[in-house]
């Protein structure tokens, strides 16, 4: 009878160290796809930035000399709360430098 007790234990114990790692796991893989969406929204809204500024220079012949130049004239809405995006404009006739940052990362 004793070892009947033993291989209940360990099989009891076996059962709550899986449930245990399945939740760890699952935990884990949650935080990194929130990350993920985050850093594809950051590239997004990079890429609608870059577009906006472009058709700017196609439509006007020079690159908007500030972010809120496109919000004003081109409609462009960027989600400030999550979303820190750095404008830099060195010249009319140059692209500009844009840098998406995640906000809270």
Do not use: W
Not at 37 to 44: K, R
Not at 74 to 95: I, R
């Amino acid at each position: 009878m004793y070892s009947d007790r033993t291989k209940k234990k360990t099989g009891l114990l076996a059962a709550v160290l899986v449930v245990l790692f399945l939740f760890a796991l699952t935990a884990f893989s949650f935080s990194h796809m929130g990350r993920d969406v985050s850093e594809e929204g950051a590239a997004a809204i990079r890429e609608t930035v870059r577009r906006s500024a472009l058709q700017c220079y196609v439509v006007e012949g020079v690159f908007p000399p500030d972010l809120q130049y496109l919000e004003k004239n081109y409609g462009l809405q960027v989600n400030t709360g999550d979303y820190l995006v750095v404008y830099d404009c060195f010249a009319s006739n140059l692209p500009p430098s844009i840098r998406v940052i995640v906000r809270g990362m």
